[in-house]
C-alpha cells in the first residue's frame, strides 16, 4: 500500500518566511548595510526530531514503543545536486516524546572560486514513518533504488526542473515521488507518516539574505522537526564588525548575536539508540 505523504492531518507544508533574529536584523539596519552581496557558504542542518506520539499505545505489559524510519530528500538547483540527495536512517524501540538522534548536515554549498554561483533554491522533504516489522537494512534498501526504473525517471525529472527559474512547487511534487517510491521499499510500514515537514527555501523569497544561524521549526501533528539554515557572506559580516569597530562598540562574547553570527557550529549529540543508517547521493 502506497504512503500518503500529503495528508493535510500529519504533513506541514511549511510556507512561512524565515525572518532573522530582530537583534541581528536591527543592527544590519541601524548601519545601513544592504542585503546580501556575495554568499560564500550555505548549510542546511538537521537537529533531533521530537517524537511527541508514535501512534502506539502502552498496554501492560507492552512498553508502547515503536521501530520508525526517518527519510530525508534534499534537491537544489546547483549542478551536481539536482537529482537530489537521499538519506534514510532506521530507530528501534522510540517511545513518545523522545528526541530521534539526528544532529547531521544535510545540505552544504561552499564557493571554491569567484565565478561559482550559489543555490537560488533548496528543497526538503522530510517524514518520519512507523514499520510494523524488524527494521529492514536501509543500506540495501538505497542501494535498490539504483535500478528502480520509477525512481530513474523521477530523477531525470528532477534534473530537468531544479532551476533557478523553476516553481518550487513543481520540484516538491517529484520530490514527494520520490519518497512514495522508496517507501514502497521499506515493506510493511503503516500507509500514513507519524509526520512529514515539506520546505523549499529560495533567494526570491530573500531567505539567504540572512547571515549567520536561522532556526526552523517546522511542526506536524506527531513529530516536531528542527533544522538550522547557516548561510555566510563575508562582505556583510565584515561590515557589520567594521561598523562596529568604528563606533567604538564591542560584542559581548556570551551574546545570541555572537551565537547566531558564529561561522562554527558546535552542537552535538550522543546517540543512545541502535541506529540503522544510509545514505545516497545520485
Excluded at 43 to 60: A, C, G, Q, S, W
Aim: glycine share 6%.
Amino acid at each position: 500500500m502506497a504512503i500518503n505523504f500529503n495528508d493535510p492531518e500529519v504533513t506541514n507544508r511549511a510556507e512561512t518566511k524565515l525572518e532573522q533574529n530582530l537583534q541581528v536584523s536591527t543592527m544590519f539596519k541601524s548601519f545601513g548595510i544592504e542585503p546580501a552581496t556575495k554568499l560564500t557558504g550555505i548549510e542546511l542542518r538537521m537537529l533531533p526530531p521530537l517524537v511527541k506520539d508514535n501512534r502506539t499505545p502502552r498496554i501492560f505489559p507492552f512498553p508502547g514503543f515503536a521501530n520508525l524510519y526517518c527519510l530525508t530528500i534534499v534537491v537544489s538547483d546547483v549542478n551536481n545536486q539536482l537529482a537530489g540527495v537521499i538519506d534514510l536512517k532506521g530507530f528501534q524501540r522510540i517511545g513518545d516524546n523522545e528526541h530521534l538522534p539526528i544532529n547531521k548536515t544535510l545540505y552544504y554549498w561552499q564557493q571554491k572560486n569567484d565565478n561559482e554561483i550559489a543555490p537560488n533554491q533548496i528543497h526538503i522533504h522530510c517524514t518520519v514513518i512507523k514499520s510494523k516489522e524488524s527494521l529492514r537494512d536501509v543500506g540495501e534498501i538505497l542501494a535498490s533504488l539504483k535500478t528502480n526504473n520509477e525512481y530513474k525517471e523521477l530523477t531525470e525529472q528532477l534534473k530537468n526542473l531544479a532551476t533557478a527559474t523553476t516553481p518550487a512547487g513543481a520540484v516538491i511534487d517529484i520530490v514527494t515521488s520520490v519518497a512514495g517510491v522508496v517507501g514502497n521499499l521499506l515493506g510493511k510500514v503503516e500507509d500514513k507518516p507519524l509526520g512529514t515537514a515539506v520546505r523549499s527555501f529560495t533567494s526570491l523569497r530573500g531567505e539567504f539574505d540572512l547571515i549567520g544561524i536561522t532556526p526552523v521549526k517546522i511542526e506536524t501533528r506527531n513529530v516536531d522537526f528542527n533544522f538550522e539554515v547557516v548561510v555566510r557572506d563575508p562582505n556583510r559580516e565584515k561590515a557589520l564588525f567594521s561598523a562596529m569597530k568604528n563606533e567604538g562598540r564591542e560584542l559581548p562574547k556570551d551574546s545570541d548575536i555572537e551565537h547566531i553570527l558564529s561561522s562554527v557550529h558546535v552542537a552535538d549529540i550522543k546517540e543512545k539508540f541502535q541506529e540503522n543508517s544510509a545514505l545516497l547521493i545520485v
